[in-house]
């Protein structure tokens, strides 16, 4: 018997809870290479690899709203760096569900900027909760985002417009709140140690007396929040590769572990237990290879939760803005959110895309770098030509590399 069969003999009553008849079909007809193989090894991977495939579409068909042509760009095969014009959340909207592997971003802080302006500091939570509520719809599920945000000294507005009304608003406090409000799992805070003094609150009109001082505010956040939405679908079992498995528990919240229960599989405990697992560990586990290997300067910079290093000089010495952006993103963050949390060839969304640092970086270490930004106008210039700069030219096809456009607002 060609071990595909075995797994289909003991999976049969699985595969009928978890697929439609039609679905089913498909997915049978889909696996029906499988039997060109010999290795059972390779057998077992390409088995969970098309099973955990097809479950994920069938969810992402309870989504409605996704913009067909904006998915055909998003996912066509190419090796450069994909750039979507548009509102962030209209864009976000549009997407399949739990088609990105990874978030990195820094928002537009509360009214830091001319492009940034809102009414009241509830008003701009809002907004930014909207977001973040369809990030984690289109964030792949087990994954993580990794969100930059500093304190700002300002009026929120809420009780008087007076200047007296300025006070220190904790955003990065606030953003956790709402990140685990809309699902998220806050992990860790690693604290940015800028380096240098990013207000004049400390001033105190020479007066060296109590209730006079202030510190000046000089760090900022690098939020790590997981994803778990709790999915109770069977999933194979990475040794045997059969869907004869029971739920064990939760291994983090929503994070679902599986027991196998097939007696024949080939590693069971000294107590006969089966392989306990679930789809966070099937997909860790499956990418432990030098290809995916961190290096060990870099593991050793991030072991501490205080970083230091220092932000983007965006002026020249003749006063230019040299980077076009007024809040350019240092490459260190999306560094270490693609570094520590993705793997070549996967999509890394910065949904606040700015001066497209984030996908710069993406690019860089072999993963899909795609960046949403409102301000087609006002920065697309200068992006491109940053973008263009950090690479060096590719002289056989004699250009630089291949950015892709999509304009949102078109659709």
């Given at each position: 018997?060609h071990?595909?069969?075995k797994i289909?003999?003991i999976s049969?009553p699985?595969?009928l809870?978890?697929f439609?008849?039609?679905?089913l079909d498909e997915?049978?007809?889909?696996i029906?290479c499988?039997?060109k193989?010999?290795n059972?090894?390779?057998?077992i991977?390409?088995?969970?690899e098309?099973?955990i495939?097809?479950?994920k579409?069938d969810?992402?068909r309870?989504?409605?709203c996704v913009?067909d042509?904006l998915s ?7 090796d ?5 014009w548009g509102?962030c959340l209209?864009v976000l909207?549009g997407?399949k569900s739990?088609s990105?592997?990874?978030?990195v971003t820094?928002p537009?802080?509360?009214?830091a900027r001319?492009y940034s302006?809102?009414k009241n ?7 930014m909760r909207k ?6 719809r289109?964030?792949?599920n087990h994954r993580?985002?990794v969100?930059?945000v ?8 809420l ?8 006070r220190?608003?904790?955003l ?13 799992t806050?992990v860790?805070d690693?604290?940015?140690?800028k380096?240098?003094?990013q207000t ?6 020479n ?6 001082q202030y510190p ?9 929040f ?16 059969t869907l ?5 528990t ?6 679902m572990?599986?027991e196998?229960k097939?007696?024949d ?5 000294k ?5 306990r697992?679930?789809l966070k560990t099937i997909m860790t586990q499956s990418?432990?290879?030098?290809e ?6 870099f593991?050793?910079?991030w072991?501490r939760d ?6 983007v ?8 803005n040299v980077?076009?952006?007024t ?7 999306p560094e270490?959110?693609v570094?520590m ?18 996908v710069?970086v993406a690019k860089r270490?072999?993963r899909?770098?795609?960046g949403?930004?409102i301000?087609?106008?006002m920065f ?5 030509k940053n973008i ?6 590719d002289?056989?096809?004699n250009k630089?590399i ?9 659709n």
């Amino acid at each position: 018997m060609h071990y595909i069969d075995k797994i289909l003999e003991i999976s049969e009553p699985y595969l009928l809870e978890t697929f439609s008849k039609v679905r089913l079909d498909e997915f049978l007809k889909d696996i029906e290479c499988l039997r060109k193989l010999e290795n059972r090894n390779e057998i077992i991977k390409n088995f969970s690899e098309t099973y955990i495939r097809f479950v994920k579409e069938d969810y992402q068909r309870q989504y409605q709203c996704v913009n067909d042509k904006l998915s055909k760009f998003i996912e066509k095969e190419d090796d450069g760096i994909k750039i979507i014009w548009g509102d962030c959340l209209k864009v976000l909207q549009g997407m399949k569900s739990e088609s990105i592997h990874i978030m990195v971003t820094s928002p537009p802080y509360y009214n830091a900027r001319d492009y940034s302006q809102w009414k009241n500091l509830n008003e701009y939570l809002e907004d930014m909760r909207k977001i973040i509520r369809e990030s984690y719809r289109v964030l792949d599920n087990h994954r993580v985002f990794v969100f930059n945000v500093g304190d700002v000294f300002d009026n929120d507005n809420l009780t008087t417009k007076s200047v007296w009304g300025k006070r220190r608003l904790p955003l990065g406090s606030y953003f956790t709140k709402i990140f685990e409000e809309e699902g998220f799992t806050f992990v860790d805070d690693f604290i940015w140690d800028k380096g240098e003094v990013q207000t004049e609150r400390h001033k105190h009109g020479n007066k060296p007396y109590p209730f006079y001082q202030y510190p000046a505010n000089c760090y900022e956040h690098i939020l790590i929040f997981h994803k778990h939405r709790l999915d109770r679908t069977r999933y194979p079992c990475p040794i045997c590769g059969t869907l004869k498995v029971n739920g064990n528990t939760q291994s983090e919240i929503g994070l679902m572990s599986w027991e196998c229960k097939n007696l024949d599989c080939f590693q069971r405990s000294k107590s006969n237990r089966g392989k306990r697992f679930s789809l966070k560990t099937i997909m860790t586990q499956s990418h432990q290879s030098k290809e995916h290997e961190i290096p060990k300067e870099f593991i050793k910079k991030w072991r501490r939760d205080i970083v230091k290093f220092s932000p983007v000089i965006k002026i020249n010495s003749k006063g230019k803005n040299v980077l076009g952006h007024t809040a350019p993103f240092p490459e260190e963050i999306p560094e270490f959110a693609v570094r520590m949390f993705s793997y070549k060839g996967e999509k890394v969304l910065d949904p606040f895309g700015g001066s497209f640092t984030s996908v710069i970086v993406a690019k860089r270490l072999n993963r899909i770098g795609i960046g949403i930004e409102i301000n087609k106008k006002m920065f697309r210039e200068a992006s491109l030509k940053n973008i263009a700069k950090n690479f060096q030219p590719d002289l056989l096809n004699n250009k630089v590399i291949d950015i892709s456009e999509f304009d949102y607002s078109e659709n």
